[in-house]
């Protein structure tokens, strides 16, 4: 089964937010609160940048401004990737009951793999997972909310249960695309009610899942 990252296993916005204000304060724009940050993230870094800086700059941002300003934000972010990031309270206890079971876990991320995979080392997560996708493993065209990447994480995790868990409408809709059930955590990154996300089951706590699995 799979887990997104961002909002999901990890609370990395504290670290996400101090690159995007790098990259903000390099084009000599304010920085954003790390509670503003928060709503944005789901979509991978890019569109975060772009997002930022059209609410900064009131319009569209061109290419030629936001690709080097997008280079600089993920060399900041690779090299402060788990300063203040921590995984959410209950979830090595909830994956080592999964594990008991024999589940397969992987991730699926709009982050690139090669920064969720760096992130998850920092953690200590790493072998805890048999895959990990990026939002550029398929292509960023096929990202969530396409059902690319959980179809490929399905495939590589092997059989098994294949639900998905996320925080955001980018997890909601691409297990809806894919044709997976899908468990949204509350504690996550989302500009809208959790009921938008119209998950199969919502939960509030790690300690929640695995009783939450054994209903869909
Ligand atoms: O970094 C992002 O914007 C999204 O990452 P996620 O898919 O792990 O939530
Ligand atoms: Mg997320």
Redesign the pocket.
């Known amino acids: 089964m799979g887990f997104?990252?961002?909002?999901?296993l990890l609370e990395?916005a504290p670290d996400?937010a101090n690159a995007l204000n790098h990259a903000l304060k390099l084009a000599g724009l304010p920085s954003f609160a790390f509670e503003e940050v928060r709503p944005m993230?789901?979509?991978?870094?890019k569109?975060?940048l772009v997002r930022a800086l059209a609410d900064r700059h009131g319009s569209t941002v061109p290419d030629d401004v936001i690709d080097p300003l997008y280079a600089e934000l993920l060399n900041h972010y690779a090299a402060n990737i788990a300063v203040e990031s921590f995984a959410f309270d209950g979830l090595l206890p909830a994956l080592d009951a999964l594990a008991d079971q024999g589940i397969t876990l992987g991730?699926?991320?709009?982050?690139l793999e090669s920064l969720?995979r760096s992130l998850l080392d920092e953690i200590g997560l790493a072998d805890r997972f048999a895959c990990v996708i990026g939002?550029d493993t398929l292509g960023t065209a096929n990202a969530?909310p396409k059902p690319d990447m959980l179809h490929e994480l399905e495939r590589r995790c092997g059989g098994g249960p294949t639900a998905f868990v996320?925080?955001?409408i980018?997890?909601t809709s691409a297990a809806r695309a894919a044709g997976q059930p899908c468990v949204a955590v509350s504690f996550?990154?989302r500009s809208e009610p959790i009921e938008d996300l119209r998950a199969d089951a919502v939960i509030d706590h790690f300690d929640q899942l695995v009783p939450v699995l054994a209903t869909l």
């Open positions: 997104d990252l961002d909002g999901t990395t996400i993230i789901g979509g991978g870094a569109r975060l991730v699926a991320t709009n982050k969720a939002g969530k996320g925080d955001s980018y997890d996550g990154y």
